[in-house]
């Protein structure tokens, strides 16, 4: 006799991580989609008729933001468990998500290794937090992460590699990032082909993030990946051959 089927409702108003999260749902035989909405407010009217064991909520959402469904979830459906996949970068936003009373909040980016362990912990009443996020909050998930999992091992690499399943995700979720950076008053160099960069500034521009005076004020530059690549590449070798000279000198490096 087969187990029974934990019921899923996914709440993503991006048309190709609904169909990314979907498909990661497919994986395994106990997770059953139920219900799948791009609204805050229709999230939860469904969660309060299908009463789902998990549900997956993004933040930025039409009508009411995941944060504030989340809020109304809970009262309507107090024993679904709420796991947040969010691009949202800022560990003041994701305290605030999991304040709720979440299980876990996974970066869009980190879905692809971290969404069904991310489900299992939270579905066993574990807190998950994904590895790419910082704060109080988070650190207390992250440390509850290492105990049960002890052999999982961290990345100490000062170079994150992302996957994405399809171009439009790519530019999402980068536009996302580089959006925050911005408003935040930070400067970001974008290497990307001239396509990419274009739809980038597309997705910005849709965010109300003012371009034109990042650019002015030199904290967007934009750079083609033919012309600027090998430059980067000679500065990378320059500064690890400089590092290492350094390093048998007993001497430190600086670099500008």
């Given at each position: ?26 994986k395994?035989?106990?997770?059953q ?9 229709e ?19 039409p ?10 979830i ?15 970068r800022?560990?003041e936003?994701a ?10 909040y ?5 879905a ?10 939270v ?28 052999h ?13 399943p399809?171009?439009?995700?790519f530019?999402?979720?980068f536009?996302?990032?580089i959006?925050?950076?911005l408003k935040?008053g930070d ?7 001239e396509?990419?960069r274009?739809?980038?500034?597309q997705?910005?521009?849709l ?48 670099v500008?």
């Open positions: 006799m087969s187990a029974p089927s934990i019921r899923v409702l996914v709440v993503e108003d991006y048309k190709p991580w609904l169909r990314y999260i979907s498909s990661e749902l497919q395994d035989s106990s997770l989609a139920i219900g799948e909405v791009s609204d805050g407010l999230a939860v009217q469904r969660a309060q008729e299908l009463q789902p064991d998990l549900v997956l909520l993004d933040i930025g959402l009508t009411i933001n995941g944060i504030e469904a989340a809020r109304r809970r009262e309507v459906s107090p024993a679904s468990k709420i796991l947040f996949v969010s691009e949202t800022s560990p936003i305290e605030e998500a999991l304040n709720t009373g979440a299980g876990g996974v970066l869009k980016s980190d692809a290794s971290e969404l069904l362990p991310a489900i299992k912990a579905l066993q009443g574990k807190r998950f937090v994904s590895a790419n996020l910082a704060g109080p909050t988070l650190s207390d998930a992250k440390d509850e992460q290492a105990r049960n999992h002890p999982r091992e961290t990345a100490k690499n000062d170079h994150e590699v992302k996957c994405y399809d171009d439009a995700a530019v999402e979720a536009a996302s990032f959006g925050t950076t935040n400067g970001v160099v974008v290497l990307a082909t396509s990419r274009a739809s980038i500034l997705r910005l521009r965010e109300g993030v003012d371009v034109g005076s990042a650019i002015e004020e030199r904290r967007y530059v934009p750079l083609d990946v033919p012309d600027s690549l090998p430059k980067f590449q000679m500065a990378e070798r320059l500064t690890s051959e400089t590092v290492r000279a350094a390093a048998e000198s007993n001497r430190r490096v600086g500008g």
